[in-house]
């Protein structure tokens, strides 16, 4: 293994369709490590592997590769004081309904590129992207794509990257022309421009002095860069407010780079990744800013015996620790389980402890990934990325460690679902490979969930959109050979309690010999705002035990909140699952003889449904964040459709010459919106809809999905 220092792991993360892909192509051009550029378009991008992206032209599931790069690079060419750094680089989907791959990316990432499309600006899951970055603390450079196209404007994105995302955007370089015109770019900090080499698919450049008629905004340009930094660097901050032209190339880099892995500016770069300008330079800022592992702090978990947090190091020398974010099965080696190693070695063949499992598992092999291809080797130390192969059982999101060194990291976050298909297998031959198959693609996606319908006996799939369980059964089809009936997408409604009651609960039961005795006071009702705040892993359930003077003992309480939270899953108005609960016990009594753990839960599962009845239950809808882009004449038509759907209008904006709609629409009214929205404006407007939030459903929609529920239930 290199120097860490010299070691980057970073990702590519930005809305649909800005160039994620095509500039992870050309970094592997760059790089050497492919020899001819595939384009997205064609189904050829390296990162691009599966089936199904190479048929729609987008990113499914997030592709890890590795490579090297010599910086610094003086005309594209190495000079005497080239250092090779190394890079393992994660591209990511930007559809929301694959947002885990973006999310479990963030979490084992040090830092990030964030593209945006310099026509279209901050999109709406360039949002969404910039909050998981956010959660996980992860530095990023912006690098604005696209500065070729028609209504390009650099600056612009800068701005809506202050006011949108509420970031320090600072940019480094100033385009030299834009749409057909862009031929590269000025260096704010070298004062130079840059040209890109056509003829060399932009592997070469030439450094040219700033053009004349952009010497004075390239001094501007400056100026509010220095000033961004300077309070980095106290020296600096000297040098600025005595002679400003003392300051050093390295000085200012040395002052990005601490803010940067600060999270306090976000360096702003341009160039047009499909026209091969502006990835070398993008690629010298991730040398020159972005963390190495040994640059962010130490990995935190917890030690299992004591509870306490436990630290470990970037260190090979240090105990084994390391979390696996993804298992992909593949067709020649079987399971793999994606993992970044924070601390210590771990040889080919060696065990490591599962934590979650308690188990010992044999990494019988150690892979670095290359897309959907695998290079052996022979050990992997800290902060670098691999495979394991040979495994039984590891999960996404299990902590792998050194078995007389135990800890466990923290999990990743996993959203809900928001919607749901039935699926049956078409012949009974489908049965058993139905089973199977499905059981592996929820091993292989979080946000993929499955359960049997009781009522009916249909296998219910929950996922993130139609896109999401549309490739689920195209997969089904084609990797595991199961042919299926799916029935209509289903919206996955949730419920929720409006008023807190009070409830007593006694369970007896005698059937000769000993008896059921468990006898409970509560009070049950919406969880308290700032307790879910605080505790947003929660699952929204809320306990407190208030028994005092032992009228429940102890090993009682237990149960009793296991019983409540198994209720949770199943609601009073038509079985959907309840979020956002308080459970306060307070009284209750208990039998010497015919009182146990069980007793006290089937107490707590009668009590739940009981009380619900009482504490106002309504009905909960997914609501949408949805965002058209329209041109004018046909904006009059699709906001009086998004009203007819429910929505409220949020705001418009203008960008280029078309508008741009936002609202908030219920998602049970969204199905097919795509393509009545293409009828609507002769297939001119596009539109994105994300999750936005759960909200109480109008009476009479409330009062149809309840009716529909139990008529199903008669039915059958």
Not at 32 to 46: L, Q, R, S, W
Not at 341 to 352: M, W
Not at 486 to 510: D, I, N, S
């Amino acid at each position: 293994m290199a120097d860490l220092r010299l070691q980057r792991n970073f990702g590519i993360a930005a809305h649909i369709d800005a160039g994620k892909t095509t500039t992870t192509e050309r970094i592997l051009r760059y790089t050497g490590m492919i020899h001819k550029i595939g384009e997205v378009h064609d189904g050829a991008a390296t990162t691009d592997w599966m089936e199904q992206e190479k048929e729609r032209g987008i990113t499914i599931t997030s592709a890890a590769v590795s490579c090297q790069w010599n910086f610094p690079t003086v005309k594209g060419k190495a000079d005497a004081n080239t250092k090779k750094y190394y890079f393992n680089i994660i591209d990511t989907p930007g559809h929301v309904d694959f947002t885990i791959e973006v999310e479990r990316s963030m979490r084992v990432l040090d830092g990030l590129i964030a593209l945006f499309s310099a026509v279209d600006g901050v999109e709406p899951q360039s949002e969404t992207v910039w909050r998981q970055a956010n959660r996980y603390k992860v530095p990023r450079i912006g690098f604005v794509n696209k500065m070729d196209r028609s209504g390009a404007d650099f600056l612009m994105v800068v701005k809506q990257v202050k006011e949108m995302l509420g970031a320090k955007a600072v940019p480094l370089q100033l385009p030299i022309g834009a749409e057909d015109d862009f031929k590269g770019v000025v260096d704010l900090i070298k004062m130079k421009g840059i040209i890109w080499h056509m003829e060399t698919e932009g592997m070469t450049f030439d450094e040219i002095p700033v053009p004349a008629d952009m010497v004075e905004e390239a001094n501007e340009w400056r100026q509010n860069l220095i000033e961004a930094v300077a309070e980095y660097d106290d020296k600096l901050m000297e040098k600025f407010f005595d002679d400003p032209n003392t300051i050093t190339e390295d000085e200012v880099h040395e002052a990005i780079r601490k803010a940067t892995i600060d999270l306090s500016i976000v360096p702003m770069m341009c160039g047009s990744s499909f026209k091969n300008k502006g990835v070398q330079t993008a690629l010298d800022a991730v040398c020159r800013y972005l963390p190495s592992p040994a640059d962010i702090d130490d990995v935190v978990g917890t030690n299992p015996e004591t509870g306490e947090p436990e630290v470990r190091k970037a260190d090979p020398k240090a105990p084994f620790a390391a979390l696996a974010f993804k298992i992909m099965t593949d067709p020649f080696v079987g399971r793999l389980a994606f993992f970044r190693c924070y601390s210590g070695h771990l040889d080919a063949g060696s065990y490591v402890k599962n934590m979650r499992s308690g188990k010992n598992e044999r990494i019988s092999r150690i892979m670095k990934m290359f897309a959907n291809k695998q290079n052996p080797i022979d050990f992997i130390e800290a902060g670098d990325i691999g495979a394991a192969v040979g495994f039984k059982e590891i999960k996404t999101g299990d902590t792998l460690c050194d078995e007389n060194h135990p800890i466990t990291l923290e999990n990743m976050f996993i959203p809900e679902p928001v919607i749901a298909i039935a699926v049956e297998p078409k012949t009974q031959a489908d049965v058993d490979k139905m089973g199977m198959a499905i059981a592996k693609l929820v091993e292989e996606d979080p946000t993929l969930r499955v359960n049997t319908d009781e009522d009916t006996g249909q296998t219910i799939l929950r996922g993130m959109g139609e896109l999401h369980l549309e490739i689920i059964i195209d997969r089904m089809r084609r990797e595991f050979k199961v042919e299926v009936n799916q029935g209509a997408p289903q919206v996955a409604y949730k419920e929720a309690f409006r008023k807190t009651v009070e409830h007593r609960e006694t369970l007896k039961k005698q059937t000769g010999g000993r008896g059921k005795f468990a006898d409970i006071v509560f009070e049950i009702g919406p969880a308290d705002e700032e307790w879910l705040k605080e505790n947003p892993d929660s699952k929204g359930f809320q306990f407190v035990n208030d028994i005092f003077g032992g009228s429940i003992p102890r090993e009682f309480i237990q149960p009793i909140q296991k019983g409540f939270e198994a209720a949770m899953s199943t609601g009073v108005l038509a079985s959907y699952p309840v979020e956002n609960v308080k459970v306060r016990i307070f009284d209750g009594s208990y039998h010497q003889v015919d009182s146990d753990g069980m007793s006290f839960e089937l107490c707590a599962k009668s009590g739940f449904r009981e009380a619900g009845r009482k504490a106002q239950p309504v009905l909960l809808e997914p609501i949408m964040k949805v965002e058209v882009i329209t041109p004018d004449q046909y904006m009059g038509d699709v906001t009086g459709d998004l009203n007819r759907r429910r929505g409220m209008l949020e705001g418009m904006d203008t960008r280029g010459n078309a508008q741009v709609i936002k609202a908030k629409v219920p998602l049970s009214e969204m199905f097919g919106y795509v393509t009545q929205l293409r009828s609507l404006s002769s297939g001119r407007a596009t539109s994105t809809m994300e999750f936005s939030h759960y909200s109480p459903a109008p009476t009479n929609i409330a009062e149809e999905v309840i009716a529909k529920v139990k008529g199903k239930v008669k039915a059958d």
